[in-house]
């Protein structure tokens, strides 16, 4: 089963890396009544610290599904560190994990001197309480398009600092003081692995790769931009041998993406959209019952 690319891209909502976490530990409390069908899923989920000791499976699709057998990014590495560890969100699948300790690797080679990683997802996935509707099976990382200090970031560095936007302020354009050869480097690096589907970047991100990359530049398709995303990118690896519950998407389209698709994105009703005549209706959160059967497992699992 598959789901289209319109889908996912409106599954998605920028993170919110801009966030500040927190140095003081916050405990939930108890809900009332867990078991309330009409309870949402992000509560139930958002209270498990720890992952599911079953075997590791993506269940489900980006935006509506869960992660068992999770395995944490470690919070320090020669080349990566994560943020706003307060969150608990370092959890994927461990294709994932794979591939990012892969690419953080391969960083310094791409002019990067290594990454700070935003959110992944939830020990046990799930919908989350704030911030994405889509990072719950285990397969979407953040990545700050902040390059990494040489040294250890500080606990409160880690929750307080904000990412590097690197858009220019009319949204039209990368910001030239900020942007570099190294954003392209490492973004075609992560676009380049076999095992990524699409990256996800702001339109003014993608016109820059566009124009800047040279050589070899299929990779330039699996990079798609969406709203948002000007101080990280997106990335997302498909689905994972041994997860036959896990959900495909479309894949990307034919071509660069660099041409009347792209110029889309700058006109005025994108760049200046006009104010809602009325306030958009809520859309009701996702319920344990919205998310495939193996989730309820997952959520009960020790």
């Known amino acids: ?17 801009q966030d ?12 009332d009544r867990p078991d309330d069908p009409a309870t949402p899923a992000k509560q139930l ?3 498990k610290a720890s992952p599911a000791a079953l075997d590791v499976r993506a269940i489900g699709f980006y ?16 080349t990566w560190q994560v943020m706003r560890l307060s969150r608990n969100r370092m959890w994927g ?18 002019g990067w001197r290594g990454l700070l990683v935003g959110d992944l997802s939830q020990p046990r996935g799930g919908p989350m309480l704030t911030g994405h509707a889509s990072h719950q099976v285990g397969l979407d990382a953040d990545i700050w398009l902040t390059p990494m200090p040489d040294r250890e970031l500080t606990r409160a560095e880690r929750e307080e600092m904000s990412a590097t936007i690197v858009v220019a302020a009319d949204r039209r354009d990368v910001d030239p003081a900020v942007w570099t050869p190294a954003h392209l480097g490492i973004i075609r690096a992560a676009a380049s692995d076999p095992a990524v589907e699409r990256i996800l970047v702001n339109a003014a991100i993608k016109k820059a790769l566009c124009r800047e990359a040279t050589g070899n530049r299929g990779w330039l398709r699996k990079v798609r931009p969406y709203y948002g995303h000007d101080y990280h990118f997106h990335v997302r690896i498909g689905c994972p041998a ?36 009325h306030a958009p209706r809520p859309k009701p959160p996702l319920k344990l019952a919205d998310l495939p059967p193996q989730c ?6 020790k």
């Open 93 to 110: 699948h461990p294709d994932l994990i794979a591939f990012l300790e892969k690419l953080a690797a391969a960083a310094p080679q791409a």
């Open 242 to 277: 041994g997860s036959p519950s896990c959900t495909a998407q479309d894949p990307v389209p034919a071509g660069e993406g660099c041409g009347k698709e792209l110029d889309w994105w700058f006109s005025a009703a994108v760049l200046h959209p006009r104010p809602p005549t």
């Open 45 to 47: 989920f958002g209270r």
């Open 20 to 31: 500040k976490g927190t140095l003081t530990p916050v405990s939930l409390p108890p809900l």
């Open 63 to 78: 935006a509506r599904g869960c992660l068992a057998g999770a395995t944490a990014l470690p919070v320090n590495g020669a």
């Open 1 to 17: 089963m598959r789901a289209t690319f319109g889908a996912i891209l409106l599954a998605i909502v920028p993170a919110q890396a």
């Open 296 to 301: 309820r497992q997952v959520l009960l699992a």
